[in-house]
């Protein structure tokens, strides 16, 4: 089924390095969001891509950085990691920025920094 | 600022007995609600949502809530659990139209249905 997948499914990075995330939405969608999952917590929202611009963004630091391609797929990148960072990324798609019909999520990035 | 509360970490239920998840919200003007379910190792699934009309709106597997703006409350339902319907479950909350429409996540409730 054409759901949201992510790439990778897990990763290890050092404190200080970068990092790049990849999502493709789900077949038909146009509007991708990504989410901090901290462990405990609910997700976190970090930001919104939708015609290749950012429509919104959490409050997360400008470490944090995205893209959005022509086909609707996108990559969240994440600059000079901290131990703090690790945590599930989620990637959620859905038709237009409003999310009125409920946000379609992969199975999330694990991203552990060490 | 909008903000959900999911006031029980877990939540366990024997099969085929009812279940309630709880949520309240705090969102300025008219809500939109939503619950999700996430699986081990799984993203979440969207389950239903209230965005207005009836207070009482059904969704996916069973699963139904019931909103009341008196109590600012949309507790999750299912008259009869499955050991399957074991999971974390998130209430979300965005405003209605005008506002923001970036949905905030409750910190999840882990439903737990003993055979």
């Known amino acids: 089924d054409a759901g949201v997948t992510q790439s990778p499914t897990h990763l290890i990075k050092t404190r200080g390095q970068q990092v790049t995330l990849r999502c493709s939405p789900k077949s038909g969608h146009d509007t991708v969001s990504w989410y901090q999952q901290a462990l405990g917590q609910g997700p976190q929202f970090i930001f919104q891509?939708?015609?290749?611009?950012?429509?919104q963004r959490g409050n997360f630091p400008d470490r944090f950085s995205g893209h959005q391609f022509p086909n609707y797929s996108s990559e969240l990148n994440v600059n000079a990691l901290l131990l703090g960072d690790s945590a599930l990324y989620l990637c959620?798609?859905?038709?237009?920025?409003?999310?009125?019909?409920?946000?379609?999520f992969g199975s999330g990035t694990r991203l552990t920094v060490v | 600022a909008q903000s959900v509360a999911q006031p029980e970490d877990q939540v366990n239920v024997a099969e085929g007995n009812p279940l309630t998840v709880k949520c309240t919200y705090s969102?300025?003007?008219?809500?939109?609600l939503f619950w999700y379910v996430q699986y081990p190792n799984r993203g979440l699934q969207f389950l239903l949502k209230y965005i207005t009309g009836d207070n009482l709106v059904k969704g996916s597997y069973g699963f139904e809530a019931e909103f009341n703006k008196s109590q600012t409350s949309f507790h999750l339902k299912k008259p009869s659990a499955l050991v399957s319907d074991s999971a974390l479950y998130f209430c979300a909350s965005r405003t209605g139209a005008g506002g923001s429409y970036i949905p905030t996540f409750g910190r999840g409730t882990s439903l737990i249905v003993h055979p």
């Open positions: 959620a798609s859905s038709l237009g920025t409003g999310g009125l019909n409920g946000y379609t």
């Open positions: 891509y939708y015609e290749e611009e950012e429509r």
């Open positions: 969102v300025s003007g008219n809500p939109y």
